[in-house]
């Protein structure tokens, strides 16, 4: 079964940048929308940014300015580019794709700490 694999959490000081990867163990086809979301201790999960298979983007009011999508199709991947980061991004990091049904992959932590 596929499955999405992200990658590049990790601890980071405020003012500082981390780039998420998200790739697909295996392909994936007919790709609606790829995107990424976050949950922080005693929130919900929420909608960071999202693209779609058009190209066009959506992002949270929170980081706009700050963070950047993209997607390599050839590789079956997408990118969450943050920067400027803040102690209120940190959370568990989590991607999600719709295709022919939804995806999610496990979550890779993202702490903003000096």
């Known amino acids: 079964q596929v499955q999405l694999v992200e990658s590049g959490g990790g601890l980071v000081q405020p003012g500082g940048s981390l780039r998420l990867s998200c790739a697909a163990s295996g392909s994936i086809f007919s790709i609606y929308v790829m995107g990424w979301y976050r949950q922080a201790p005693g929130k919900q999960r929420e909608l960071v940014a999202q693209i779609f298979s058009g190209g066009a983007t959506n992002y949270a009011d929170s980081v706009k300015g700050r963070f950047t999508i993209s997607r390599d199709d050839a590789k079956n991947t997408v990118y969450l580019q943050m920067n400027s980061l803040k102690p209120e991004d940190t959370a568990v990091y989590y991607c999600?794709?719709?295709?022919?049904?939804?995806?999610w992959g496990q979550g890779t932590q993202v702490t903003v700490s000096s």
């Open positions: 999600k794709w719709v295709a022919s049904r939804i995806y």
